[in-house]
Nanobody
Framework: QVQLVESGGGLVQAGGSLRLSCAAS????????MGWYRQAPGKQRALVAA???????NYADSVQGRFTISRDNATNTVYLQMNSLKPEDTAVYYC?????????????WGQGTQVTVSS
């Protein structure tokens, strides 16, 4: 089992910045990748950015060049630095982790943190 606790959401004006943090605890040795998803009202949850154990990253086209995902393996914390925020970035942001036991992948979610960007 892995527990994920997010922090850092809030209200910011367009063009501003926020940094989200997600601390993992529990069976962190089994984590293979971590990432951030977001869900806006009336829309499906979608990948924002992900980072693998080796440091490889993947970004949604809509945030490429504005958001940066990073990971501190010593503290099992993943960060999402969000710059040049736009009103369309408004959503609940969820931390995600995948763990692997044998050939089986498990999926864990944080409780979510609200990000609101005003125009």
């Amino acid at each position: 089992q892995v527990q994920l606790v997010e922090s850092g959401g809030g209200l910011v004006q367009a063009g501003g910045s926020l940094r989200l943090s997600c601390a993992a605890s529990g069976s962190t040795f089994s984590i293979v990748d971590m990432g951030w998803y977001r869900q806006a009202p009336g829309k499906q949850r979608a990948l924002v950015a992900a980072i693998g154990n080796g440091g490889s990253t993947n970004y949604a086209d809509s945030v490429q060049g504005r958001f940066t995902i990073s990971r501190d393996n010593a503290t099992n914390t993943v960060y999402l630095q969000m710059n040049s925020l736009k009103p369309e970035d408004t959503a609940v942001y969820y931390c995600n982790a995948h763990t692997k036991r044998g050939m089986i992948l498990f999926n864990y979610w944080g409780q979510g943190t609200q990000v609101t960007v005003s125009s």
